[in-house]
Each structure stands twice: as C-alpha cells, then as structure tokens.
T-cell receptor, first 113, second 112 residues
C-alpha cells in the first residue's frame, strides 16, 4: 500500500556523472517536495512543486534540478554530483500548501564514488 | 539556519517507561508537526498541532505547544521496543506556503 514510492532505494554514481532519482505518488496530492538529509542531520528542503508551479529554495545549488511531468511523478536531477552530495534524498507529498501533514517516501540513499 | 532544535539529542529508556522529547523554535509558526524516522528510512507523520492549540493526543502520544515559549514537547507513554527511532519536530512556517523546517532530531532507544 505504498503511497509515495522512491526508486531506487540505493544509488551509486560516479563523481560528475549525472544522476536522476524518481518519486511517484498514488495520493493525487498537489504538492511534491524534495528533501536532502545528510548523516545525522535534519532533512533540508531543496524545492517543491505546487501542481506544476516550481519553487526553488534560495540556497539550493544550481546543480540540483527537478521535473514534474504529471501529478504522479517527480524527478530529482543532479547534473554533476560531487562527494558532498552523498546523502539520503527524501520525496514527500502533501494535499495542499498550508496546515497539512507531509507523506514521505522511503528515500534514496545516494553514494558518490 | 535551523528553525527547530530537539532536546535531548539522544534518549535511552526501558520498555514501559515514558519518553519525553522537547522542541524549541525561533519564529512564528502556523503549526508544529512531529515525525518519526526509523534508521535509514523515510519519515512518518505522527501528529500536527496548530498554533492556536495547546495540547493534542493520539494513542500513546501527547503533544503540547507553548507559543509564548516557542516550545513543544512530545510524550510517548508506555514505550515499546518498536518505538526505537529518531523523532523530529518540524515547524510549519507560513511563507506563502507551509514550509516544513526540521530540527536535528532526538534518537530514542527503547530496550526490552
């Protein structure tokens, strides 16, 4: 009954080689988020979509891009991964933009070699 | 900069005991939410308390919110080994949309 699904669970990529992480949802939620969580740290918001409207956080590096081709799917593209981008990447959804809980996927753990 | 800060950073208790975690934050909020994260996995929403609420219950969970002190507490009663996880508070900031800003979390270990 998974509602927010992230693939793959583990991803190994080479330094500088573009990588794409994917997220799908069966909740039909309007909002989709991408968070980065480094070891023993708090999840940090990278960007979010409200429907097709993309909202980037001011401190999200240009190296990180996102696509949302339809309501169900959202992708995180890392154009040139560096060693510092190794982290857990969490996708989340919420029904609306205010006063609502977020539903998280299981995350993709990215290793950069 | 982080909005929320949990205290303690780590907590170790025996099954059956109560666990209390605290969260302090810096700016005005719309709501405060608590999430649980099992090791290496995604976050699971536990409870949401709005800024005009003072206390909320859900099963064995009790959350309080003191907006004058900018703090919240999460109480887990009669803890179980399965409650072992990291617990995060997240403040819902109203910046045109609800931006959830997470604290660093409390790692709870419940021993059988």
């Amino acid at each position: 009954d998974a509602m927010v699904i992230q693939n793959p669970r583990y991803q190994v990529t080479q330094f500088g080689k573009p990588v794409t992480l994917s997220c799908s949802q069966t909740l039909n939620h309007n909002v989709m988020y991408w968070y980065q969580q480094k070891s023993s740290q708090a999840p940090k918001l990278l960007f979010h979509y409200y429907d097709k409207d993309f909202n980037n956080e001011a401190d999200t590096p240009d190296n990180f891009q996102s696509r949302r081709p339809n309501t169900s799917f959202c992708f995180l593209d890392i154009r040139s991964p560096g060693l510092g981008d190794a982290a857990m990447y969490l996708c989340a959804t919420s029904k609306d933009r205010v006063d609502t809980e977020a539903f998280f996927g299981q995350g993709t753990r990215l290793t950069v070699v | 900069s982080q909005q929320g800060e949990e205290d303690p950073q780590a907590l170790s208790i025996q099954e059956g005991e109560n666990a209390t975690m605290n969260c302090s934050y810096k700016t005005s909020i719309n709501n405060l939410q608590w999430y649980r994260q099992n090791s290496g996995r995604g976050l699971v929403h536990l409870i949401l308390i709005r800024s005009n609420e003072r206390e909320k219950h859900s099963g064995r969970l009790r959350v309080t919110l003191d907006t004058s002190k900018k703090s919240s507490s999460l109480l887990i009663t009669a803890s179980r080994a399965a409650d072992t996880a990291s617990y995060f508070c997240a403040t819902g900031l109203h910046t045109g949309f609800q931006k959830l800003v997470f604290g660093t979390g409390t790692r709870l270990l419940v021993s059988p």
